[in-house]
């Protein structure tokens, strides 16, 4: 059962420009929606996340946008550096769910 | 990965032999998982536990066991390892409520050969 699909696989940006990376759910009862950031030989940690009563959250250069009625968020990394070069995976939750599913991840390459 | 030890961090085995990779925590979390990581794939949920000895089949468990006979500790085994295990295993645990995120080690790189 796909209930996460997250694109692109893999993205490629310009220091400096901004990446954008989307994730789409299927099950409505979600309501907690993160963000993970993993580089490589280490294990996945959690980056930004926001619940579904704001549209919205930013912090720092990392920025959720929610759309409930799509049933889509996405993270924007402005001002992208080399240093955000990671897999980012998006995890949608809800509580007793004890499951935690992934996307399947996106490979963001920031160029110098 | 504070507070989560994976060991070993690389194992090279052979098909058909029993494999047992460990994690321990010291977060005191209730809950514990693992998850097998390959390319395409993303992160993929084995087994989990609730509790001690409370353990729960994930998407991809055929082949593989779990106990938990302590709060901080939380076993995986491959009964009969087989080449399609070949994988980095990562452990990770919660404990204050979903909304906090989960922690992750900093995984297994396991080799069947």
């Known amino acids: 059962q796909q209930q996460v699909k997250q694109s692109p696989q893999s993205l490629i940006v310009q220091k400096g420009g901004i990446s954008i990376i989307n994730c789409a759910y299927e099950?409505?009862?979600?309501?907690?929606f993160p963000w993970y950031q993993q580089f490589p030989g280490k294990g996945p940690a959690l980056l930004i996340a926001?619940?579904?009563?704001?549209s919205e959250k930013k912090e720092g250069r990392f920025t959720i946008s929610f759309n409930k009625s799509a049933k889509q968020f996405s993270l924007h990394i402005m001002d992208s550096q080399p240093g955000d070069s990671a897999t980012y995976f998006c995890?949608?939750?809800?509580?007793?769910?004890?499951?935690?599913?992934f996307g399947s991840g996106t490979r963001l390459l920031v160029r110098p | 990965d504070a507070g989560i030890t994976q060991s070993p961090r690389h194992k090279v085995t052979e098909t058909g032999t029993p494999v047992t990779l460990r994690c321990h925590q010291t977060?005191?979390?209730?809950?514990m998982y693992w998850y097998r990581q390959d390319p395409g794939h993303g992160l993929r949920l084995i087994h989990y536990?609730?509790?001690?000895?409370?353990?729960d089949k994930g998407e991809v468990s055929d082949g593989y066991s779990v106990s938990r006979s302590k709060t901080e500790d939380f076993l995986l085994t491959l009964e009969s390892a087989t080449s399609s295990q070949t994988s980095v295993y990562f452990c990770?645990?919660?404990?204050?409520?979903?909304?906090?995120?989960?922690?992750f080690g900093s995984g297994t790189r396991l080799t069947v050969v």
């Open positions: 990770a645990s919660s404990g204050q409520g979903y909304f906090y995120g989960y922690t």
């Open positions: 099950n409505t009862a979600f309501d907690y």
């Open positions: 926001i619940r579904p009563d704001v």
């Open positions: 995890a949608p939750d809800m509580d007793s769910s004890y499951k935690l599913i």
């Open positions: 977060e005191n979390h209730r809950y």
């Open positions: 536990s609730y509790g001690v000895k409370d353990t």
